[in-house]
């Protein structure tokens, strides 16, 4: 699955789950790998940037993404599950910020930096922290896939400076019709607006804000407005039955994140295809699973995100 994806210092990265011992999908096994491109055409593959060693993720370094801080810091928050099963939220940061390489990243000492203490909460479905954003009191924001005993929601947190997080006291978004949301990506997007916009400031007027879910083997996402009085999203358009929601592709794509490209200020989705292969031929091949290729998001219309391929 995709990961972090970001620009640093004239390099793309790209963060994704990653077996190290073998080409199967093994609990307890997951990774990150981390690969490195200045065309997004052409990548070079880098040593594992984290593995499952910690309390806060012995049973696997799920998924998660970067963020670049109003400094130019680039951080990373992941999904890791402890040896209970316990879905916690952990903080990577890097150990050299002058190598655009960024190959050595570190564990936070106060990992895992957000628990699943939330009344309802399945602590086993509660994963996937966004990138962040910036809310309307300056401190960051960001969203995080859970499954409730009634519903299910995006989790909404903030923080000043992304090791000590507090839960905003409303989700993001919620439905109670809906599975798991897993793999959730919120961003702005401007009608009529050729380019990406840049969570990490402040959004100018007039901007729509895209919610992206990955549910039921699908990416789906809704148009709305990110409400600053209610700090919430709201959708243009009610839509109780979530399979009706629209869909980011129609074929093998999952677990999309996105990311915006300062380079061409342009934002940028990337998705999961698991392929159709079975075990036995992704063990002989020695890799199982591809990224889709790219799509530019260019804007809305009519409710709809355009995509140019």
């Known amino acids: ?26 609990w307890g096994d997951i990774a990150w790998g981390h690969s490195v491109s200045t065309d997004l055409v052409n990548w070079i593959q880098l040593e594992p940037v984290i ?12 998924t998660g993404s ?29 150990r050299n910020l002058s190598d655009p390489y960024l190959r050595e990243w570190t564990k936070a ?38 499954q409730l005993y009634s519903y299910t929601a995006a989790l909404l947190y903030k923080s000043e400076d992304f090791l000590s997080w507090t839960r905003v006291d409303h989700p993001l978004y919620s439905h109670n019709l809906s599975n798991m949301w897993e793999c959730p990506d919120f961003f702005a ?38 409400d600053l009085k209610r700090d919430a999203f709201v959708p243009d358009t009610i839509v109780d039955d979530c399979r009706l929601w629209l869909r980011i592709d129609y074929g093998n794509f999952y677990a999309s994140k996105s990311f915006f490209d300062s380079k061409k200020g342009r934002r940028i989705i990337w998705g999961w295809s698991q392929e159709a292969d079975c075990r036995s031929d992704d063990v002989a091949k020695g ?8 799509f530019a998001l260019i804007g809305c219309a009519s409710y709809h995100i355009g995509i140019m391929i």
């Open 109 to 146: 000492g106060n990992n895992p930096v957000i628990q699943p203490v939330v009344p309802g909460l399945n602590r086993s479905c509660f994963r996937d922290p966004t990138t962040g954003w910036i809310g309307p009191d300056g401190l960051w924001r960001i969203a995080v896939g859970a």
């Open 287 to 294: 890799w199982a699973g591809i990224h889709v290729s790219k």
């Open 66 to 94: 970067a963020t670049i801080l109003s400094g130019g810091q680039p951080v990373i928050l992941y999904t890791g599950v402890s040896i209970d099963n316990c879905q916690v939220q952990n903080l990577l940061l890097p």
């Open 51 to 62: 593995e499952p060693d910690n309390p806060s993720d012995i049973d696997g370094c799920w």
């Open 189 to 226: 997007v401007l009608p009529g607006y050729n380019s990406g916009l840049d969570m990490s400031v402040a959004i100018p007027r007039g901007a729509k804000h895209a919610l992206k879910m990955s549910v039921g083997y699908f990416d789906k996402y809704l148009i709305g407005v990110y």
């Open 1 to 26: 699955m995709v990961c972090g994806l970001m620009y640093y210092k004239g390099i793309y990265h790209n963060f994704y789950q990653y077996n190290p011992h073998c080409a199967l999908w093994c």
